[in-house]
C-alpha cells in the first residue's frame, strides 16, 4: 500500500510539472506575441505623427514661399 501510495504520488507530481512547463511556455509565447503587438501599435502611431508632421511643415513651406512672392512683388512695384 505505501509503495503505490509513492507511486501515485510521484506521477502526481511529475504531471504538475509537466503542466507548469507548459504554463510558462505558453505565458512566453503569449509575452512575445504581446511585445510584437505593441510594436505594431507604436510603427502605426509614428506613421500617423509623421503624416502630421509633414503636413504642418508642409503648409509652412507654403505659407512662406507665398510671403516672399508677396515681398519680391512689392520690391517690384517700387522699382518700375
Not at 507530481?13 to 503587438?37: F, Y
Not at 505623427?49 to 509652412?60: L, S
Amino acid at each position: 500500500m505505501k509503495r503505490i501510495f509513492s507511486i501515485l504520488l510521484a506521477t502526481a507530481m511529475t504531471g504538475g510539472i509537466v503542466l507548469a512547463q507548459e504554463s510558462a511556455k505558453q505565458d512566453m509565447k503569449d509575452a512575445g506575441s504581446d511585445v510584437k503587438d505593441a510594436g505594431k501599435d507604436v510603427g502605426h502611431s509614428a506613421k500617423h505623427a509623421a503624416k502630421g508632421v509633414k503636413k504642418g511643415t508642409k503648409k509652412g513651406v507654403h505659407k512662406a514661399a507665398n510671403k516672399t512672392e508677396e515681398g519680391a512683388n512689392k520690391v517690384k512695384e517700387k522699382t518700375e
